[in-house]
Structure formats: C-alpha cells, structure tokens
C-alpha cells in the first residue's frame, strides 16, 4: 500500500511538478515499529531544484517537536520554529532541507479529509523539505526500537538529502534522540540545539532512558551543543563545542505594539498578565495571594489549559481570567497594555532549565516583570523583579507598577540587542565552524 502526502503539490510551481519521489522500505518500516508484517508507508520530499553547491554550506535542519505545519499553526512562536523559519533565506548558509519529525500518515489523511491541509513550505531553489510518514503516532520506548527509529529515520534524510545534491551537510537538530543515536558519517558536523531539558519535563517520562542514553551518545561522539540556558549544558556536559544562546524576539513584531483584544482592554487596571502554556509550572498559590492584594485589578492567564485541574482553585476568583491562546499579533497588543508581566514558576529540574520566551518577550514590550528567582531569567534586566520561590509577589508588583513602562529609546534597545538575528548568528558560529 502507498500513501501519497495529501498536500504534496500544494504551493509548488508548475514547472517543478512531476512525479512524486517516494521514500523508505518495508524493511525500514519493520525495523522501526519492530513489526516484521508492518505495511510499508513510502515517504515524500517537497524538492527544490537541485543547484551547483555554493561556498556557503549546506544545511539540514530537524524539528523535534512539530512540524514546519504545526509551527505555522502556533505563529513560529516557539524557538525551533523561528530557527527553522530563518535558516530558509538566511545569508550562511547555502541550500537548506527542514524536515519534520515522522508523524502519522492515518492521521494525516484524516486532517486532510476534514479539510484540515498542512500549510504548504516556502519550496525555492534555496530551501527543501522533507516530511516522513509512518502508521504509528508516536515514537517507540524500548532502546531497541528507538535505535532502529532513528536509524530509518536518518536514512530518510539522507536520501532527501542527496537528491538535493548536498554534500557533507551541516546538521542542527532539535531532536535529542536523533543527535544522540544518529550516525551521520555521511554528514558534516553535528549540532544539538537544546531548547528544553527533556529529561527533565514530565510529559516524556516514558521516554526517559532514550533520552539519557541520548544526551551519554552526544558527550561520547562529541557532538556540539547549543542549548538556550547553562543548566541544559550542565546536564548534557558535552566534550564537543558548546554555547549558551539564550530565547530571544523577532524585531519585526515589537517595532509598535498592536491592538490588544477587547475583552483585556475593558478589564480593570493594574493589568496584570501570563503569557504562556498554562501547566502545572505555574504557582497558583502565588495567583491566588496576589489576587487578593489587588482586587480592583485583573490576572489574566493567556494561553493553553494543558492541565485544567491544576488552575480549578483559581476558578472562582472573580479578578482572574483564564483564556485561550490569542494569535501572535495579539500577544503583543496583549503585552503593550499590561501594566506588569508575571513569571510565577514553581522551582523544579524543568524550570531551573528554561529561558522563558515571555521574559523577553515582556521587556520588549516595555512591561515591568516580577518573577521567580530562576537561573534562566536572573541577570536580564535590572527591571525584572525577582521573589523566592513561592515567595509573595505583591511588593514587588507595587514596585514594578511604579517603575511603569520602558522609555521607548531602551525598549527598542533591548529588542535589537535580543533579536532572534543576533541569536542565530551566535548558534551558527558553533554548528558551521570549520566549515
């Protein structure tokens, strides 16, 4: 059986139609999934027109935790993504070939047939991408499986790669395990960008072995590593090239500050505001304290309920409001007319691990910050204010609402010395060197 990608000429030209290049084995497939019967899935790659190679170096990107579709849905709000993003026009590099995670050709189509198409991939004689399929959703968890996963998976890219006409290309990936189990003799250096200590966040416990595994291989084959904090190095204490390049913001969105939506313009001030996924990294106990010191004011929450029960003891508390994820262009209307942005984070492994993207996003906006003592956001800025971990926040919110909003000169400031630009630079210099 063939499953053809629903959207595989979507956003191609003419010119560059023709017949669909289809991708792994039977064998490959068992191999992965450990079902000997499995029923291959042939794979398809959006191509560009293969080109002379230039001095600049190739590139192979990889998602870890998305899609160049599912990154298109979130607004590119996320670090992988806007490295992804970048690297298809970025003066560096040569040709470049993003490819996503393998994701489930079933429910592929099934998005497909409710009308729910990927968003097509900027396709030029630059950039290229690959997008595997398999039957199951999820990688495997035993070692064994995980091995071969990986080992199918890598030759996969490289196959796209080569019909690309690549040579020795750079690898930077945000997948642990494929930086961790890839082999890529047939590549140049290898790059790991961490953006998140996985070992250290729940969600992947299942995963835990491959991902220590994962993090021993990188020390072992010196891989170079640039992860977004010091306690992501730490962990993985590579022996190849690393670097702490922490989270940054696009210049572009925080030049003027948008519109915010109606529903937060009309609530009552002090402003108060959480940006963010809405996990149990969240302090509730400091929500509830603080809104009780400033009941004329508003808390709102923005972003998704991943877990509901965590935030039920906020549900009856008249000044915080809890809503859903807003579009990009909203956040930064959101940010432009809080009076102070909160990061109140529980200290764990996780935590101590992150640069949170809201921090910087916060300060571009020109919002005072109080927040939680963390290695990630000490250091920043002399407007954040920081409390204990589980501290109270009030005193500092009453200073941070007198220090008011940023001179617009600093802010503008503060947005070009923390610019995605300057952050990719200081990424490339460790994953081209030599090169």
């Given at each position: 059986?063939?499953?053809?990608?629903?959207?595989?000429?979507?956003?191609?030209?003419?010119?560059?139609?023709?017949?669909?290049?289809?991708?792994?084995?039977?064998?490959?497939?068992?191999?992965?999934?450990?079902?000997?019967?499995?029923?291959?899935?042939?794979?398809?790659?959006?191509?560009?027109?293969?080109?002379?190679?230039?001095?600049?170096?190739?590139?192979?990107?990889?998602?870890?935790?998305?899609?160049?579709?599912?990154?298109?849905?979130?607004?590119?709000?996320?670090?992988?993504?806007?490295?992804?993003?970048?690297?298809?026009?970025?003066?560096?590099?040569?040709?470049?070939?993003?490819?996503?995670?393998?994701?489930?050709?079933?429910?592929?189509?099934?998005?497909?047939?409710?009308?729910r198409a990927d968003t097509p991939f900027p396709v030029s004689e630059r950039a290229a991408q690959h997008s595997p399929l398999r039957l199951r959703r999820r990688d495997p968890t035993s070692m064994r499986a995980v091995k071969r996963t990986y080992a199918a998976y890598e030759q996969g890219v490289r196959r796209a790669a080569l019909r690309q006409g690549f040579e020795r290309p750079v690898i930077?990936?945000?997948?642990?395990?494929?930086?961790?189990?890839?082999?890529?003799?047939?590549?140049?250096?290898?790059?790991?960008?961490?953006w998140d200590d996985v070992v250290a966040y729940e969600p992947r416990r299942r995963w835990l072995n491959a991902d220590l595994e994962a993090y021993r291989r990188i020390r072992v084959n010196r891989r170079r590593v640039v992860a977004v904090t010091r306690e992501i190095i730490d962990r993985i204490s590579p022996t190849g090239p690393n670097a702490v390049v922490p989270n940054a913001v696009n210049?572009?969105?925080?030049?003027?500050?948008?519109?915010?939506?109606?529903?937060?313009?009309?609530?009552?001030?002090?402003?108060?505001?959480?940006?963010?996924?809405?996990?149990?990294?969240?302090?509730?106990?400091?929500?509830?304290?603080?809104?009780?010191?400033?009941?004329?004011?508003?808390?709102?929450?923005?972003?998704?309920?991943?877990?509901?029960?965590?935030?039920?003891?906020?549900?009856?508390?008249?000044?915080?409001?809890?809503?859903?994820?807003?579009?990009?262009?909203?956040?930064?209307?959101?940010?432009?007319?809080?009076?102070?942005?909160?990061?109140?984070?529980?200290?764990?492994?996780?935590?101590?691990?992150?640069?949170?993207?809201?921090?910087?996003?916060?300060?571009?906006?020109?919002?005072?910050?109080?927040?939680?003592?963390?290695?990630?956001?000490?250091?920043?800025?002399?407007?954040?204010?920081?409390?204990?971990?589980?501290?109270?926040?009030?005193?500092?919110?009453?200073?941070?609402?007198?220090?008011?909003?940023?001179?617009?000169?600093?802010?503008?400031?503060?947005?070009?010395?923390?610019?995605?630009?300057?952050?990719?630079?200081?990424?490339?210099?460790?994953?081209?060197?030599?090169?």
């Open positions: 059986m063939r499953i053809a990608h629903p959207d595989s000429n979507r956003g191609r030209s003419p010119a560059s139609l023709g017949a669909v290049p289809w991708y792994s084995s039977r064998s490959d497939y068992a191999e992965a999934t450990e079902k000997p019967d499995a029923v291959a899935v042939r794979l398809p790659v959006a191509l560009a027109s293969v080109r002379p190679r230039t001095t600049r170096p190739d590139l192979i990107f990889t998602f870890a935790g998305t899609s160049w579709s599912g990154a298109a849905a979130r607004g590119f709000s996320f670090t992988e993504d806007r490295f992804a993003a970048a690297l298809t026009g970025h003066p560096r590099v040569g040709r470049v070939l993003v490819c996503d995670p393998f994701r489930s050709a079933p429910r592929k189509l099934a998005r497909a047939l409710l009308g930077v990936t945000a997948n642990p395990l494929l930086a961790g189990f890839g082999d890529f003799g047939w590549a140049g250096p290898v790059t790991y960008y961490g210049e572009e969105e925080w030049l003027e500050p948008t519109e915010p939506p109606r529903w937060f313009a009309e609530l009552p001030s002090p402003r108060l505001l959480y940006v963010g996924s809405l996990q149990s990294r969240i302090d509730v106990e400091q929500i509830r304290t603080l809104a009780a010191a400033f009941p004329e004011g508003s808390i709102a929450l923005v972003g998704p309920l991943q877990e509901p029960a965590h935030f039920a003891p906020l549900r009856d508390i008249p000044n915080v409001h809890i809503r859903p994820p807003v579009p990009r262009s909203a956040v930064t209307g959101l940010i432009g007319h809080a009076q102070v942005g909160l990061i109140p984070h529980v200290r764990s492994a996780l935590t101590e691990a992150m640069s949170p993207l809201k921090l910087y996003e916060y300060l571009a906006g020109g919002l005072p910050v109080v927040a939680v003592d963390l290695p990630g956001i000490a250091g920043i800025s002399n407007r954040v204010l920081l409390v204990p971990p589980g501290g109270e926040m009030e005193g500092a919110v009453r200073r941070a609402l007198l220090l008011g909003r940023e001179r617009e000169d600093r802010r503008l400031a503060f947005v070009a010395e923390h610019s995605w630009a300057r952050r990719f630079d200081s990424l490339l210099d460790i994953a081209l060197a030599g090169e």
